[in-house]
């Protein structure tokens, strides 16, 4: 990966908002395999959504229809273009999202912005994925310590580290545990997991929890992040066996 590829130019849409993952669509090189994304400004779709899908949203605020409804937009404009099923997509007890058979994703938004993320399982590398978005921000020594490990708080602290770079750490967790968590079967926390390497855009990982060190022995753990101005994306595979 380039630094080209870690840190793009953002590309307007109209009205001037900006895509943060600068209309990255069908991008196998940048994921390393065959992915689908797409992110859309957050709008309430939530008239296109199937029955068993209403009931996660039946009593939810406007913001989270809109939310909810975005993401799944997203994704069955996803479906359509890898030629997939477009189904419903309704939300497991552990909440995330039941792809059809055949199908693999995640999905991750903000207030403003949806993000998905679709791929075959007949025409991918990977097993699994997860994929996350945040808004970058400072975040304060309080959140750093939660989320961070001691060996990560001293990168973090290294007085060329840039902004986004707290944002990307735990974007990254995020994503790993979409990734991993419903096969791993039991929860895992931000001290569970450690990152280096991110400013390089190559970033590595170490589990510290001993089950997930088992269970993922010898596997490769794929690792991709987007930085714009405004946000950080993330990308977390896991290649087939
Ligand atoms: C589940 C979790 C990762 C979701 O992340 P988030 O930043 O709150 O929300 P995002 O907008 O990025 O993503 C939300 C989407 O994630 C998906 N999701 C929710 N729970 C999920 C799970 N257990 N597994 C996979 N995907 C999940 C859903 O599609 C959800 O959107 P929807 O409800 O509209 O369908 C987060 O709430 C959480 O529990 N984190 C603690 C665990 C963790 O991160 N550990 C770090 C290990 S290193």
Known sequence: MSSDDVFQQDTLLEGGQSCPINGLRFAPEWAGTSIYLLSLPVADYSEELFAEELTAIATAADVRRATFSSGRHCARALLLDAGLPVTALPRQDDGSVQWPDGVMGSLSHTNDWAVAAVAATSMCEAQMLGIDLERIQALDEGVI?????????????????????????????????????????????????????????????????????????????????AITPWHVFTLAWLRVA
């Open 145 to 225: 310590k939660l989320i961070a490990t001691p060996a990560e708080r001293e990168a973090l602290s290294a007085s060329s580290s840039p902004l986004w770079l707290s944002t990307a750490l735990f974007s990254l967790k995020e994503s790993i545990y979409k990734c991993l968590a419903r096969d791993f079967g039991q929860f895992f926390g931000f001290q569970d997991v450690q990152l280096s390497a991110l400013q390089s855009g190559r970033p590595e990982v170490q589990f510290l929890h001993p089950e997930l060190r088992a269970r993922y022995f010898g596997r490769h753990l794929e690792l991709r992040m």
